[in-house]
């Protein structure tokens, strides 16, 4: 006891000092983790709302298109600008333009779907990065934007691929898909 108290004096700091350190060490790489995740996630919904933002664009632009030559060139160019930064536009997957019912929900083979290889030709000065798979499911000559015909519902799918950036999420990807359908705009 005597001892311990003259300890205290000369040093001014008493026995236990090292007490918090300890805890500190145990605790840090914790809250370390835990933040890498919330980093992470953080990250992740960034992209998912990008990815969202992106095909509302698109959708918007699909309807006031309408049935005319290159309407898949300007969905296309609409989405192109909506992916803006964090989002890393080579990992588009696919782009999906889609004729929907009335509850919003694809008509199974009158699609459109792109993928961001190759070099799509349309009308004008720019060319867009994506190539057709396939057929056209989808033509856009056959969309039908006027009252006499009646109006489309139009949709555009966007498919995704994030890859994690924190040490957390290094190595892993996860598939972001999401999608937006709007009645066409009636041309006069």
């Known amino acids: 006891m005597v001892r311990d108290v003259r300890r205290r004096r000369l040093s001014g700091r008493p026995a236990e000092a090292g007490q918090g350190l300890v805890e500190f060490a145990?605790?840090?790489?914790?809250?370390?983790?835990?933040?890498?995740?919330?980093l992470e996630f953080g990250f992740l919904y960034n992209n998912i709302l990008t990815v969202q933002y992106a095909s509302r664009q698109g959708v918007s632009a699909a309807a006031q298109a309408g049935g005319v030559d290159?309407?898949?060139?300007?969905?296309?160019?609409?989405?192109?600008?909506?992916?803006?930064?964090?989002?890393?536009?080579?990992?588009?997957?696919?782009?999906?333009?889609?004729?929907?019912?009335?509850?919003?929900?694809?008509?199974?083979?009158?699609?459109?779907?792109?993928?961001?290889?190759?070099?799509?030709?349309?009308?004008?000065?720019?060319?867009?990065?994506?190539?057709?798979?396939?057929?056209?499911?989808?033509?856009?000559?056959?969309?039908?934007?006027?009252?006499?015909?009646?109006?489309?519902?139009?949709?555009?799918?966007?498919?995704?691929l994030y890859a994690g950036i924190t040490p957390i999420g290094s190595g892993r990807t996860w598939g972001v898909s999401d999608g937006a359908t709007l009645r066409m705009e009636p041309k006069q």
Do not use: W
């Open 70 to 160: 290159g309407a898949d060139c300007s969905i296309l160019k609409a989405v192109e600008r909506a992916l803006t930064a964090p989002i890393d536009k080579s990992r588009v997957t696919s782009v999906q333009i889609y004729k929907s019912d009335a509850n919003g929900d694809p008509i199974p083979g009158i699609s459109n779907v792109y993928v961001r290889t190759g070099v799509l030709d349309c009308p004008g000065s720019e060319d867009e990065p994506y190539s057709l798979v396939g057929t056209e499911g989808y033509p856009q000559a056959d969309r039908h934007d006027s009252l006499a015909e009646g109006l489309d519902v139009v949709g555009v799918r966007i498919a995704y």
């Open 26 to 38: 145990l605790t840090l790489p914790i809250f370390v983790l835990l933040m890498m995740g919330v």
